[in-house]
């Protein structure tokens, strides 16, 4: 069974950059993947920040991007900020109908 | 304004069934689907499947074929979600979430319904 990969844990200090990265136990991500990226803050309903690789959601700012690098979709978040800091989830098609998300990073603003 | 409102706080027994709802308001239905996730306690989020508001065909997640069940009325708006033989562990939060699939999108989400699982 496939499986997607997050980092854990990334720790950032203020204004620094967040990448954080999205990949297949089996396989590379890929545009047919249509990867898509989720900042989770317990209590509250996931926000959409990112999707189909690196279309920005409504309202969300140009701080956050999205690629595919190499084999893995990436998140880019530029200037950390305190209200960064939260868990982000991606998540991928892997054909036949079937989605997965990954099991998410803890990002730590220091 | 695009809107999912999902149905209240739920507290089932061991064993049994819960359905819920999730009311789409603010945009045209045609070309959308509706998802479904859940969050349970310390754990990520988890996909569990879709239905296609146009023409109701569904798709579910391996883990949980058998025991849910996902339909929409097109007259109210309403999709729901159910899930039978209820077991502790399914005790979470669940959402229900609008997708595109001509853009990809997923967005808006509801607020959430928490189910908790108790003897």
């Known amino acids: 069974q496939t499986v997607v990969t997050q980092e854990p844990s990334f720790s950032v200090s203020p204004g620094g950059t967040i990448i954080l990265t999205c990949g297949l136990t089996s396989g590379s991500v890929s545009a047919s993947s249509y990867p898509s990226w989720y900042q989770h803050t317990p209590g509250q309903a996931p926000r959409t920040l990112i999707y189909n690789t690196n279309t920005r959601s409504s309202g969300v700012p140009d701080r956050f991007s999205g690629s595919i690098v190499g084999n893995k979709a990436a998140l880019i978040i530029t200037g950390a900020q305190a209200d960064d800091e939260s868990h982000y989830y991606c998540?991928?098609?892997?054909?036949?109908?079937?989605?997965?998300f990954g099991g998410g990073t803890k990002v730590t603003v220091l | 304004q695009v809107q999912l409102v999902q149905s209240g706080t739920e507290v089932k027994k061991p064993g049994a069934s819960v359905k819920v709802s999730c009311k789409a308001s603010?945009?045209?239905?045609?070309?959308?689907?509706i998802q479904w996730m859940r969050q349970a306690p310390g754990q990520g989020l988890e996909w569990m499947g879709w239905?296609?508001?146009?023409?109701?065909?569904?798709h579910y997640a391996q883990n949980f074929q058998g025991r849910v069940t996902m339909t929409r009325d097109t007259s109210i708006t309403t999709a729901q979600m159910e899930l039978i033989s209820l077991r502790s562990d399914d005790t979470a939060v669940y959402y229900c979430?609008?997708?595109?699939?001509?853009?990809?999108?997923?967005?808006?989400w509801g607020q959430g319904t928490l189910v908790t699982v108790s003897s």
């Open positions: 979430v609008r997708y595109s699939s001509s853009s990809f999108s997923f967005d808006p």
């Open positions: 998540l991928l098609y892997l054909g036949g109908g079937n989605w997965v």
């Open positions: 239905i296609n508001f146009d023409s109701g065909d569904r």
């Open positions: 603010g945009y045209t239905f045609s070309g959308y689907y």
